[in-house]
């Protein structure tokens, strides 16, 4: 069973930073992009950043520009976000998505075939 788990979500205060993980497991996406997507409380899932197979080639959000970064380790099947300068408008939970068929990035949530239950990401003014 393919099983996309996110950690390291929590309370901080403006201009803090958080690293997000996202560990799979059930099989490898060495070959596969990812995705992170967040989503607010009355709002709609968005795109915040992808990132290709190998990790040579990254997108982000224009919000999240300059302040996220996208990586991954292949060898531990992990993709991580780094989330620096915090922002009360970040506050959102946060999913990891995996790309099942392809290895080039893709801010389009129905790009990506599996899902973490997200972890949640509190930012306070």
């Known amino acids: 069973q393919v099983q996309l788990d996110e950690s390291g979500g929590g309370s901080v205060q403006a201009g803090a930073s958080l690293r997000l993980s996202c560990a799979a497991s059930?099989?490898?996406?060495?070959?596969?992009?990812m995705g992170w997507f967040r989503q607010a409380p009355g709002k709609e899932r968005e795109f915040v950043a992808a990132?290709?197979?190998?990790?040579?080639?990254?997108s982000y959000a224009d919000s999240a520009k300059g302040r996220f970064t996208v990586s991954r380790d292949n060898a531990k099947n992990t993709m991580y976000l780094t989330m620096n300068s915090l922002k009360p408008e970040d506050t959102a939970v946060y999913y990891c998505?995996?790309?099942?068929?392809?290895?080039?990035?893709?801010?389009?949530?129905?790009?990506?075939?599996?899902w973490g239950q997200g972890t949640q990401v509190t930012v306070s003014s």
């Open positions: 990132i290709n197979w190998n990790g040579g080639i990254t």
């Open positions: 059930g099989r490898t996406f060495s070959r596969n992009a």
């Open positions: 998505a995996a790309d099942a068929r392809y290895g080039y990035t893709s801010a389009d949530y129905t790009s990506y075939d599996y």
